[in-house]
C-alpha cells in the first residue's frame, strides 16, 4: 500500500521560507514522479510543482516559479519542496502526490495522481 506522508508545514512571516517533505513508503519509489499540490479554503486544489523519476525534469506554476524548488532524493524515498520569499497567498494545504503508473508523464493535474498525502498546513502571515 503506498503511502505518502508530508512534513515541515507552519507559521511563516511574508518573505520567509519553508522546506516541506513527502516520505513515501509503499512500493519503489525511485520509479515514479511526484508532485505537490495546495488547496486554500474555499478554493480548488491547484498544482504547485512535479518532478520526474529520475529528477531531470520539474514543473512549476506561474505563481511559484523562481521561488519554490522541487527536489527529491531516492535513496531516501523522500520529496522536497523548498519554499522561498512566501507571500500570504500562499496560505494552503500543501499535498504531495503520485500517479498509479510508472509510464505516466510529470503531471500537473490532480487526476494524473492516484495517491495523495494528508497534507500539511502552511501559512503565511505577520
Known amino acids: 500500500q503506498v503511502q505518502l506522508v508530508e512534513s515541515g508545514g507552519g507559521l511563516v512571516q511574508p518573505g520567509g521560507s519553508l522546506r516541506l517533505s513527502c516520505a513515501a513508503s509503499g512500493r519503489t519509489f525511485r520509479w515514479y514522479n511526484m508532485g505537490w499540490f495546495r488547496q486554500a479554503p474555499g478554493k480548488e486544489r491547484e498544482f504547485v510543482a512535479a518532478i520526474s523519476w529520475s529528477g531531470g525534469i520539474t514543473r512549476y506554476a506561474d505563481s511559484v516559479k523562481g521561488r519554490f524548488t522541487i527536489s527529491r532524493d531516492n535513496a531516501k524515498r523522500t520529496v522536497y519542496l523548498q519554499m522561498n520569499s512566501l507571500k500570504p497567498e500562499d496560505t494552503a494545504v500543501y499535498s504531495c502526490?503520485?500517479?498509479?503508473?510508472?509510464?505516466?508523464?510529470?503531471?500537473?493535474?490532480?487526476?494524473?495522481?492516484?495517491?495523495w498525502g494528508q497534507g500539511t498546513q502552511v501559512t503565511v502571515s505577520s
Open positions: 502526490a503520485s500517479p498509479r503508473s510508472s509510464d505516466a508523464r510529470t503531471g500537473t493535474t490532480p487526476h494524473e495522481y492516484e495517491y
